[in-house]
């Protein structure tokens, strides 16, 4: 298992009695979700990445209405986007078809929906002044400054790594944790930079090669959905997990009828990587957006946030007819281990099954 002595060290640092960690999962992910993870002694987490400002404060707020418990806020840093005109004009041609399925038209010009906190100011000013206790980057990280503007408040900061290059910046920034996220992790992929080349490393393999190579505290994500799989992530030198797709059919959660389906069915046990929805590249339950993305006619995607303000559109005009084939239905290589709980309830579960998984370990060693 991870250093005793390590874990504590998280855990105290997080104010968490559980090394359970739920994802941001934004849009998903509420203030109920959130405070009922933070009660049952884990880390409920909120994503702001998509909001602004003030709706950011009011969802801190809320939640803090529900919980006296430390819980995270995650925001995106993602490389603002470029507008290429012929780009997304071409984009919206290619979907033309699928709109007008569902008695709909693309519109004429596609928006960047959402402000990278590299260059959300207000988004900065919320968090100096409400001072969550935690907050997660993702995509990438703000500025020095920013990092220590956040420092200097007592906000903890935690930041995402896909390799080995992305995690020494994070421990070079000065965070004080590190999230190990693996291929199988659903929703998209924390990569700094989307062109590069994606080794696709594994959670398991990019835990280990974290433990081994940095001293800074560890949060293993990726497909991991039950006690079993943080037991496993410990004892290869996490000191918590993250888990995502493991609480998105909690009812807490904000997600449509069609996702809750899917996720609990037979699309559960088929994921693919699509860059198609929103620009950039994200686990999805293989759906009729995903199998679009993979047309041979395909065009050039439009940069993230960009797309998906045509993605979002295309959704919206499909689930008004019934079709909830074109939702973002992020989920993780496991996903088929979901379970509809209440948050609490599987917080409870997944410490249970974590203390079976140590055992067996135990008595296997001796």
């Known amino acids: 298992m991870s250093n005793p002595s390590e874990g504590r060290r998280l855990l105290s640092l997080l104010g968490i009695s559980k090394p359970i960690i739920q994802a941001p999962m934004a849009g998903v992910s509420t203030p109920a979700l959130a405070a009922a993870v933070s009660n049952a002694g884990g880390l409920g987490s909120l994503g702001v990445g998509a909001m602004n400002a003030e709706a950011a404060r009011k969802t801190i707020r809320d939640t803090r209405a529900l919980t006296g418990a430390p819980f995270n806020i995650n925001v995106f840093c993602h490389t603002p986007a470029v507008a290429d005109a012929k780009v997304e004009s071409q984009w919206l041609k290619w979907l033309a078809p699928q709109f ?137 030198g996490a000191q918590a997990a993250q888990l995502g797709t493991a609480f998105v059919a909690c009812p807490e959660t904000s997600i449509d009828d069609g996702y809750r389906r899917a996720i609990l069915g037979d699309p559960a046990y088929h994921t693919t990587l699509t860059s198609a929805i929103s620009g950039r590249p994200a686990r999805s339950m293989v759906n009729r957006f995903t199998e679009l993305g993979r047309s041979a006619d395909r065009p050039a995607t439009p940069a993230y946030p960009v797309a998906y303000d045509a993605g979002k559109a295309l959704h919206a005009a499909a689930k008004a007819k019934g079709e909830f084939g074109f939702g973002a239905q992020w989920a993780g290589q496991a996903a088929a281990l979901a379970r509809s709980l209440p948050a609490a309830e599987l917080v409870a579960q997944l410490d249970a099954e974590l203390g079976v998984a140590i055992r067996r370990l135990q008595q296997f060693a001796s």
């Open 100 to 236: 007008a399925q569902y008695g709909a038209s693309p519109a004429e010009k596609l928006n960047e929906i959402y402000t990278s906190f590299v260059e959300d100011g207000a988004m900065l000013d919320v968090f100096l002044e409400e001072k969550p206790a935690i907050v997660s980057f993702h995509f990438g990280l703000p500025s020095n400054e920013v990092i220590n503007a956040l420092k200097g408040a007592g906000i903890k900061l935690l930041a995402s790594a896909t390799n080995l290059d992305e995690a020494k910046a994070v421990v070079d920034a000065g965070v004080d944790a590190l999230v190990a996220q693996g291929i199988e992790a659903g929703g998209h992929r924390g990569m700094f930079d989307p062109e590069a080349f994606d080794e696709g490393v594994g959670t398991f393999a990019l835990t280990r090669l974290f433990a081994e190579k940095f001293d800074l505290p560890l949060i293993a994500a990726g497909g991991i959905m039950d006690g079993a799989g943080i037991a496993a992530a410990l004892a290869l």
